[in-house]
């Protein structure tokens, strides 16, 4: 499978951004889709993960309750919906794929075999 992320840009603090993940070449509905992160500098962070069906859902602590993580099977797209930004929110987006089933929270990213490009969501003033 494919991945391409979009979505990405230049806001400010609290404001809000959807991140898309359209997968091409297999359907996503077989995969557990995730989200992560990279800062300049630091290492790739989980951010949230759900499940093949969306019955099963985590997130990072530093993001939950501003953001959320959705799929449109159909549509073969996962999306990530970032509410009540912050400056510390500023990296490389990344969405990923495994045939995985996740017992825990999915926050390893040596578990998801496939990975997008990434698309950078910078917050500043």
């Known amino acids: 499978v494919q991945l391409q992320a979009s979505g990405g840009g230049l806001v400010q603090p609290v404001d809000s951004l959807t991140l898309s993940c359209e997968a091409s070449?297999?359907?996503?509905?077989?995969?557990?889709m995730g989200w992560f992160r990279q800062a300049p500098g630091k290492e790739r962070d989980f951010v949230a993960r759900i499940n093949w069906n969306g019955g099963d859902i985590s997130y990072a602590d530093s993001v939950k309750g501003r953001f959320t993580i959705s799929r449109d099977n159909g549509k073969n797209t996962v999306y990530l919906q970032m509410n009540s930004l912050k400056f510390e929110d500023t990296a490389v987006y990344y969405c990923a794929a495994s045939l995985r089933t996740f017992y825990g929270a999915g926050t390893n990213a040596g578990h998801y075999e496939y990975w997008g490009q990434g698309t950078l969501v910078t917050v500043s003033s």
């Open positions: 070449g297999r359907p996503i509905s077989i995969y557990t």
